[in-house]
């Protein structure tokens, strides 16, 4: 049975006209399924939770943008039985992109989903906090920089009117230009589960990468791989505020690690402690301020439909 789990206000609402062509092509076919459309923040995350409860062969599959998709996920249990499925129509699409499915079209990705004799297992991140709140990920989690500025896109009235353009990820863009020269920063540890120990000072952003993408197509870990049991740890510290927003197209073009100030890290958990608290977030969604903040990769976590 596919069960179908739809955000129907992403991308401004188009995403509705983009789900009536899904269930017109779904009863054309006379695909057996349920559907279930999300009404308030965390919905998402109770429907995949009662989905999961049911018996049979489960194929849950997410129509929205990266953060539907990380509620969903955050709702699932029984990992092993429950197959998970993906049609974009968010601004940012990252997973998408991490899944090499961005170019397809609602109606293409659906049939590839639905003709599909096969799933991989992807690992999963999960952010820890010094309060002991736990969220999963499948993109990127991380503090600073990136964290703030999808705490701000959340809410933001620039991504509204850009969303009617077609042109919803320049936001990211934006706001973190705007964000580089306001957002105060701090010294901090960070410790690998390798007990290599770095002092960053000045950190401007922390990036725990599952996906090379995150903030609308930003390769902040090109190598990154969401099958080889590491997360991808990109720190960005003891640099000028200046010089990093001057990196900024290196940074597009996979070239940042070549800049001094910008590290990654490849390892099994990382745990990061700071001096002053700073914003985190996980695939987008806003997780808090903290002092303290883990990152952990889960292997072979998600069964994805491809």
């Known amino acids: 049975m596919y069960y179908f789990i739809v955000n129907a206000t992403s991308r ?15 009863d054309r076919r006379q695909v057996e399924y349920k559907y279930y459309i999300t009404s308030a923040k965390s919905h998402a995350m109770k429907l995949a939770d009662e989905i999961c409860s049911m018996e049979g062969d489960v ?3 997410v129509v929205g943008g990266d953060g539907t998709a990380n509620e969903v996920i955050n709702g699932m249990h029984d990992f092993d039985r429950v197959k998970f499925g993906y049609i974009p129509t968010g601004s940012g699409n990252d997973l998408a992109r991490g899944l090499s499915i961005h170019k397809r079209t609602p109606l293409e990705q659906l049939n590839c989903i639905l003709e599909s004799d096969k799933d991989i297992r992807l690992d999963l ?20 920089l990136d964290a703030s500025v999808c705490k701000q896109a959340l809410s933001s009235k620039l991504k509204t009117f850009l969303n009617k ?4 990820s320049m936001t990211y863009s934006i706001l973190t230009v705007k964000t ?16 290599t120990i770095k002092h960053p000072h000045n950190i401007i952003f922390c990036a725990a990468m599952n996906h090379p993408w995150e903030g609308g197509g930003v390769p ?21 505020r200046v010089k990093c927003f001057g990196s900024f197209p290196l940074l597009l073009a996979s070239k940042h690690d070549k800049i001094n100030g910008f590290d990654i890290y490849n390892c099994k ?14 695939d987008g969604e806003y997780c808090g301020e903290v002092k303290s903040v883990e990152f952990r990769c889960i292997s072979n976590a998600l069964s994805v439909i491809m």
């Open 12 to 26: 401004t609402g188009k995403a509705k006209e983009i789900w009536q062509e899904i269930k017109d092509e779904l």
């Open 59 to 61: 194929r849950l599959i």
């Open 125 to 144: 991140g999960e952010v820890i906090t010094d309060e002991g709140n736990r969220r999963l990920y499948a993109i990127s989690a991380g503090i600073g």
């Open 165 to 168: 353009f077609g042109a919803g």
């Open 180 to 195: 580089m020269f306001t957002m105060p920063l701090c010294d901090g540890t960070v410790e690998l589960d390798d007990g």
């Open 220 to 240: 902040m870990a090109p190598d990154a791989v969401a099958t080889d049991g590491l997360l991808s740890i990109c720190c960005v510290s003891d640099i000028k």
């Open 269 to 282: 958990s990382a745990k990061i402690t700071l001096e002053d608290k700073m914003v985190v977030h996980a």
